[in-house]
């Protein structure tokens, strides 16, 4: 049964620390998404990659935020350093190159004290 | 700006009362509408995408229909098991979906 993996799926730190989440996405889906899930917001879509690539990270904060692939079974969403507003559960989801639709992993949650 | 409001942003029902959630959205250049289901703790999971005016899916106790300018989940006669967060999305040309706020459902026995 394939599926999204995220690590860790719950992280909870102090204001100014580095964290570093954690994608493997389904085995040959080329495409990867991240959003940030908060009551307020829903589903925001922070960047995707294709084929590694970074297409859009319109949505991310630029200064604190950096996304990337070091190869196709790994992609790690980063903040440095985290805020407390950062504080929300952060999805990862893979699309496959004929894929209809996005597969969704089970999420971190992001706790900055 | 594509934007994606669904409606009502809660809904109580009693096992067997039917209902319908909306999704209304602007988009230029609709290449599919989607709708997923989100459990407590758990990331989305994909219900249905409809692509064009017209179009109807079901599935068990749901059914999505698709007009120019918004979408309908219709619950027939719902189970508890039905309770969820219901989220509808969009992708215009790009592959990025973007997702309204969600209907939290509520079914009680």
């Known amino acids: 049964d394939a599926r999204v993996t995220q690590t860790p799926r719950h992280k909870v730190t102090e204001m100014g620390q580095e964290v570093t989440m954690r994608c493997q996405p389904i085995l040959g889906h080329n495409t990867v998404f991240w959003y940030r899930q908060t009551m307020m917001q829903g589903l925001e879509l922070l960047a995707y990659?294709?084929?590694?690539?970074?297409?859009?990270d319109s949505g991310m904060p630029k200064d604190r935020f950096s996304a990337e692939m070091p190869d196709a079974t790994l992609a790690t969403l980063k903040i440095q350093p985290s805020e407390p507003r950062d504080s929300a559960v952060y999805f990862c989801?893979?699309?496959?190159?004929?894929?209809?639709?996005?597969?969704f992993g089970p999420g971190t949650r992001l706790t900055v004290l | 700006e594509d934007q994606v409001t669904q409606s009502p942003e809660a809904l109580r029902l009693q096992e067997g009362e039917s209902s319908s959630l909306n999704c209304s959205y602007t988009v230029s250049g609709l290449r599919g509408l989607f709708w997923y289901r989100q459990d407590p703790g758990k990331g989305p999971e994909f219900l249905f995408t409809l692509y064009s005016a017209g179009e109807e899916k079901e599935k068990e106790r749901l059914k999505a229909t698709l007009t120019k300018k918004e979408s309908f989940l219709h619950i027939t006669a719902p189970k508890p098991e039905d309770s969820a967060t219901y989220l509808c999305?969009?992708?215009?040309?790009?592959?990025?979906?973007?997702f309204g706020t969600g209907t939290r459902l509520q079914v009680f026995p």
């Open positions: 999305a969009v992708q215009a040309m790009t592959d990025k979906l973007i």
């Open positions: 990659f294709r084929n590694r690539a970074p297409l859009d």
């Open positions: 989801a893979s699309l496959g190159t004929s894929g209809a639709y996005l597969f």
